[in-house]
Nanobody, 124 residues
Framework: VQLQASGGGLVQGGGSLRLSCPAS??????MGWFRQAPGKEREFVAA??????????ADSVKGQGRFTISRDNAKNTVYLQMNSLEPEDTAVYYC??????????????????WGQGTQVTVSS
């Protein structure tokens, strides 16, 4: 699967960004967003099932509905709406897809294909 994450940029704290990840290629079941800050491990952010729309979020972004993952099946695209951004959200954000049949999951080992990443920088 080819993935092309976009939508990152520089934003002030409290601002918003929407990331997009169109996918092409083989069938897949779920797409997730991960992020990696400098010097830190890549961590799970959110995931969604393309068939059912069921979602999963990391605790760090679930509070007050800061982040929302959604999909447009007609466009084979998944979005990550990020509101109330904080400097701690600064990272490279990656989209990834699971193999067919896998539910949305926070576990990296279930993701088979990864996009190239888009930088999100939140200033204080």
């Amino acid at each position: 699967v080819q993935l092309q994450a976009s939508g990152g940029g520089l934003v002030q704290g409290g601002g918003s960004l929407r990331l997009s990840c169109p996918a092409s290629g083989r069938t897949f079941s779920s797409m997730g967003w991960f992020r990696q800050a400098p010097g830190k491990e890549r961590e799970f952010v959110a995931a969604i099932s393309l068939r059912t729309g069921s979602t999963r979020y990391a605790d760090s972004v679930k509070g007050q509905g800061r982040f929302t993952i959604s999909r447009d099946n007609a466009k084979n695209t998944v979005y990550l709406q990020m509101n109330s951004l904080e400097p701690e959200d600064t990272a490279v954000y990656y989209c990834a897809v699971t193999r067919a049949g896998y539910p949305p999951t926070s576990r990296r080992e279930f993701y088979a294909d990864w996009g190239q990443g888009t930088q999100v920088t939140v200033s204080s």
